[in-house]
């Protein structure tokens, strides 16, 4: 009986690891098997006239307007530990009231701050797992829940998108002098097709040229960096976040005058890799499953690309001359690794930002633009986060 129920659970577990790659994967099974190529060839420069204006028109085309909230008040701090991982640092859960308009609601933002370095550079991440899985010691959480709160898929999502992929490597981020901030971004806007445009429809008026909710997530980072430098404007923010959070940290630097940089990790389309090659996840591949993350009038340039009258190298040259963190991982070809490095060429062509990697694993953590490859699929796994420090240690300590 015992060994019967070792293989059911065996193969329920198979069964639902392939029903997550097929159904909800950002590289989704067609794909897993290709892999990037790490000397692509490059085309011409894609000339931008005006860098404010050509990212303006990728605004209006695909994201919508940008909003700040119009609320974002701080309502209630508790400390939860002052000595967390043997003093290193102090955890304290923060509740803000937001609004873009609506009536007013709570928000949680959990903050770790580093204890040897009161001043130390403040990394915000959005989190795919609400705040009770981010801040976890030894499986605990320091929130009062009992793990990644995630349920049963939480161990098939860690095991397919790595072992960061909910909780970071504390030591090494305490170690290496930074402080961080997590949020859960679908706890303001949901993540989810039906509920998330009914909330945005609600705030903005049901019409093709409300923002989407990717603006929307990175407006809360953008707000909170502002609240941060009102009290240390010297302080250094740096936007951090993995595929759809990715996109939302380009665009948190993009617009925030408080953000000073971006780590952006496999943000694929929406986010650093080109939209009009067609190589990888299309605009209407991501409309098909998340229409609620870009402006309904987005569907224009479903079925033609093309017809964008920009691309994300306008973006990351509008980003300039922050530092910007470009991770990919060479099989992750859904999100587009040589649309990104494509793309990322064409900037620095069009500013003063340096990008010297002559291939995709080509890491220069110096640069204005700093490319990163690694083999594998798409997720947050031990070899990521060494490259995250070591690009932030050399433009922001």
């Given at each position: 009986?015992?060994?019967?129920?070792?293989?059911?659970?065996?193969?329920?577990?198979?069964?639902?690891?392939?029903?997550?790659?097929?159904?909800?994967?950002?590289?989704?099974?067609?794909?897993?098997?290709?892999?990037?190529?790490?000397?692509?060839?490059l085309n011409a420069p894609?000339?931008?006239?005006?860098?404010?204006?050509?990212?303006?028109?990728?605004?209006?085309?695909?994201?919508g307007e940008f909003t700040?909230?119009?609320?974002?008040?701080?309502?209630?701090?508790?400390?939860?530990?002052?000595?967390?991982?043997?003093?290193?640092?102090?955890?304290?859960?923060?509740?803000?009231?937001?609004?873009?308009?609506?009536?007013?609601?709570?928000?949680?933002?959990?903050?770790?701050?580093?204890?040897?370095?009161?001043?130390?550079?403040?990394?915000?991440?959005?989190?795919?797992?609400?705040?009770?899985?981010?801040?976890?010691?030894?499986?605990?959480?320091?929130?009062?829940?009992?793990?990644?709160?995630?349920?049963?898929?939480?161990?098939?999502?860690?095991?397919?998108?790595?072992?960061?992929?909910?909780?970071?490597?504390?030591?090494?981020?305490?170690?290496?002098?930074?402080?961080?901030?997590?949020?859960?971004?679908?706890?303001?806007?949901?993540?989810?097709?039906?509920?998330?445009?009914?909330?945005?429809?609600?705030?903005?008026?049901?019409?093709?040229?409300?923002?989407?909710?990717?603006?929307?997530?990175?407006?809360?980072?953008?707000?909170?960096?502002?609240?941060?430098?009102?009290?240390?404007?010297?302080?250094?923010?740096?936007?951090?976040?993995?595929?759809?959070?990715?996109?939302?940290?380009?665009?948190?630097?993009?617009?925030?005058?408080?953000?000073?940089?971006?780590?952006?990790?496999?943000?694929?389309?929406?986010?650093?890799?080109?939209?009009?090659?067609?190589?990888?996840?299309?605009?209407?591949?991501?409309?098909?499953?998340?229409?609620?993350?870009?402006?309904?009038?987005?569907?224009?340039?479903?079925?033609?690309?093309?017809?964008?009258?920009?691309?994300?190298?306008?973006?990351?040259?509008?980003?300039?001359?922050?530092?910007?963190?470009?991770?990919?991982?060479?099989?992750?070809?859904?999100?587009?690794?040589?649309?990104?490095?494509?793309?990322?060429?064409?900037?620095?062509?069009?500013?003063?930002?340096?990008?010297?990697?002559?291939?995709?694993?080509?890491?220069?953590?110096?640069?204005?633009?700093?490319?990163?490859?690694?083999?594998?699929?798409?997720?947050?796994?031990?070899?990521?986060?060494?490259?995250?420090?070591?690009?932030?240690?050399?433009?922001?300590?």
């Amino acid at each position: 009986m015992r060994l019967f129920f070792k293989a059911f659970r065996f193969l329920a577990f198979t069964l639902l690891l392939w029903g997550v790659i097929v159904l909800g994967s950002c590289a989704p099974a067609r794909t897993i098997l290709k892999q990037a190529d790490l000397t692509p060839p490059l085309n011409a420069p894609a000339k931008l006239e005006n860098t404010a204006a050509s990212f303006k028109a990728l605004e209006q085309s695909i994201y919508g307007e940008f909003t700040p909230p119009t609320q974002f008040e701080l309502q209630k701090t508790e400390v939860i530990s002052k000595d967390w991982l043997n003093g290193k640092a102090t955890v304290e859960r923060r509740i803000y009231s937001i609004s873009h308009g609506q009536s007013p609601q709570p928000f949680e933002i959990i903050f770790v701050w580093n204890n040897s370095a009161p001043q130390a550079p403040i990394i915000i991440s959005q989190n795919f797992s609400s705040n009770e899985g981010v801040i976890a010691d030894d499986g605990v959480s320091l929130l009062g829940d009992s793990g990644s709160s995630m349920g049963f898929l939480g161990p098939v999502f860690t095991y397919f998108f790595g072992r960061y992929i909910v909780e970071p490597p504390w030591n090494d981020i305490l170690d290496s002098g930074y402080s961080f901030v997590a949020m859960h971004p679908p706890d303001y806007i949901a993540d989810r097709a039906t509920r998330g445009t009914s909330q945005l429809n609600t705030i903005f008026g049901d019409n093709p040229n409300r923002p989407g909710t990717l603006t929307v997530w990175a407006s809360l980072t953008t707000a909170l960096a502002n609240d941060l430098k009102k009290d240390t404007p010297s302080r250094s923010v740096i936007a951090l976040g993995h595929s759809r959070y990715g996109k939302t940290a380009l665009l948190a630097a993009a617009y925030g005058v408080s953000v000073d940089g971006a780590v952006s990790h496999q943000s694929g389309t929406a986010g650093a890799s080109l939209m009009r090659d067609k190589t990888g996840e299309s605009i209407k591949d991501v409309l098909l499953r998340y229409p609620h993350w870009l402006k309904p009038s987005a569907s224009e340039f479903a079925d033609n690309p093309r017809e964008l009258p920009t691309d994300a190298h306008a973006l990351l040259a509008f980003i300039a001359p922050k530092p910007i963190f470009l991770g990919n991982a060479r099989r992750d070809v859904w999100s587009d690794p040589e649309g990104a490095y494509q793309a990322a060429k064409w900037a620095s062509q069009n500013t003063d930002q340096s990008f010297s990697a002559t291939r995709l694993d080509d890491f220069k953590p110096s640069d204005d633009i700093a490319f990163w490859t690694r083999p594998g699929t798409h997720g947050v796994v031990k070899e990521d986060w060494p490259a995250f420090l070591e690009f932030m240690d050399a433009h922001f300590k």
